[in-house]
């Protein structure tokens, strides 16, 4: 247990991203397999095979290699799979157009380095000051509009296949806390922020990230763990 979160938790800032002179060039696929076919004048093509790969919003793609935390809020919508097929799949939107979430350690300035990067427009802000977002609106955003695409730093220091999100309910496995059952409500680098019930009211805690497991919650063994 400690006695605060941890001092490099994230700042988040709403920052505007440049818009693509290509709208069709928002996105961009990772990973994704080639197979080599003949088109129909029979050149050597190579070509994505449907399916494969995880389609990622390049500016996003961007500031994470520029060593960013982000989060982009997304919409989902049925579209067609093509022009030819009645199929429908899911294709995530950004929710707010040209802005995007980002973040870094508060014990870090990084403003230089990220209006260096020519993909950023400004910050918003109020008075000539940019406005920090407040960890419990950044919190209800990833729980209601991720789609998964929220930073992999966030469950870094968790219990591996054990991860959990503010509200969730949680058990402590270690410490003088072993066995309780507390509710998340903040997360930080690798401490958690829970509120633990007792007669008479309750108390906030932090406790570190990879002490406490969800509930319930499966172990590599697959049962049930119990204390």
């Known amino acids: 247990m400690q006695g605060r979160i941890e ?38 093509r190579v070509r994505t095979v449907t399916g494969t790969g995880r389609r990622v919003f390049v500016h996003e793609l961007l500031m994470q290699r520029a060593g960013f935390e982000t989060f982009l809020p997304v919409r989902l919508e049925y579209r067609r799979v093509n022009w030819v097929s009645p199929e429908k799949h899911l294709v995530a939107f950004p929710l707010f157009a040209d802005w995007m979430f980002v973040g870094w350690p508060k014990a870090q300035c990084r403003w230089a380095d990220l209006m260096a990067l020519d993909i950023v427009t400004g910050v918003m802000g109020t008075g000539g000051a940019p406005v920090e977002i407040k960890e419990d609106k950044m919190n209800d955003l990833m729980r209601t509009r991720g789609d998964g695409r929220r930073a992999p730093t966030r469950h870094r220091y968790m219990r591996p296949n054990a ?15 072993e066995g309780s059952v507390l509710e998340v409500v903040e997360i930080g680098r690798r401490s958690t922020r829970a509120v633990l019930d007792m007669i008479g009211g309750s108390i906030s805690v932090d406790i570190r990230a990879d002490l406490v497991v969800p509930v319930p919650y499966e172990g590599a063994t697959g049962s049930k763990q119990n204390r």
């Open 163 to 177: 991860e959990y999100e503010v509200g969730d309910k949680v058990r402590a496995t270690a410490g003088p806390l």
């Open 7 to 44: 001092a490099d938790e994230l700042q988040w800032f709403a920052v505007r991203m440049k818009r693509p002179q290509n709208p069709n060039r928002r996105t961009t696929v990772l990973g994704a397999e080639r197979e080599a076919y003949r088109d129909r004048a029979g050149r050597a």
